[in-house]
């Protein structure tokens, strides 16, 4: 039988006390997070993040990352000069 877990109420965790975000560009950016869910061997997490607005590097050479956009809107531009908005309710990948 396959085990399952949910999770309610994402725009409402407590995410703990925001940090300043490393890798930020522009502004005095803040992040908070919380891991909700860790697969048994370590390798893949699911959990909820939040950033103050600004402008930051994300780079992901050795993983990927799933995101769905609860509240916000997030602007991504690539290497390739590409860009696209993403919204509440949508879903990106890095």
Do not use: Y
């Not at 803040?30 to 402008?55: I, K, M, N, Q, Y």
């Not at 956009?69 to 000069?81: K, N, Y």
Request: hydrophobic content about 30%; overall charge negative.
């Amino acid at each position: 039988m396959t085990d399952f877990q949910t999770f309610a109420h994402l725009a409402s965790i407590d995410l703990g006390e925001p940090e300043p975000k490393p890798t930020s560009i522009s502004g005095d950016q803040f992040e908070a997070s919380t891991t909700l869910w860790t697969s048994p061997d370590g390798a893949l997490e699911v959990g909820v993040w939040e950033c103050t607005p600004g402008r930051f590097t994300a780079s992901r050479e050795t993983n990927s990352e799933t995101c769905h956009i609860v509240s916000g809107r997030v602007s991504l531009h690539g290497p390739d000069g590409r860009s696209e908005d993403v919204g509440p309710g949508e879903m990106l990948v890095l």
